[in-house]
């Protein structure tokens, strides 16, 4: 009954925004560890981001640092995740995941494409 829906991927151009959400259901949000990963074509699934169960701690690889800021609303069961100074290299199928009793839970994604 764990169910986590990504929107809000799009077309952009190098330099813009995009602001993606993951409503989430089935589980107790508000104290779970939640992640974004993405997948790009030929490489490997690639974890971008990370939040506490409150929201108090963030942790991102240097692939995005200083670009994407991931934040939570616990009483909306939704996660975000702010991509800014897009580039090219960014385009990917965006995930949201959350991992209860050692098991990994995901969307079905969410695609961002950035080209000029």
């Known amino acids: 009954q764990v169910q986590l829906v990504e929107s809000g991927g799009g077309l952009v151009q190098p330099g813009g925004s995009l602001r993606l959400s993951c409503a989430a259901s089935g589980f107790s949000f508000g104290r779970s560890p939640m992640y974004w990963y993405r997948k790009a074509p030929g490489k490997r699934r690639e974890w971008i981001a990370d939040?506490?169960?409150?929201?108090?701690?963030?942790i991102y690889p240097d692939s995005v640092k200083g670009r994407f800021t991931i934040s939570r609303n616990n009483d909306k069961n939704t996660l975000y995740l702010q991509m800014n100074s897009l580039k090219l290299e960014d385009t990917a199928l965006y995930y949201c995941?959350?991992?209860?009793?050692?098991?990994?839970?995901w969307g079905q994604g969410t695609q961002v494409t950035v080209s000029s």
């Open positions: 995941n959350v991992m209860l009793a050692g098991d990994d839970y």
């Open positions: 939040i506490s169960d409150s929201g108090d701690t963030t």
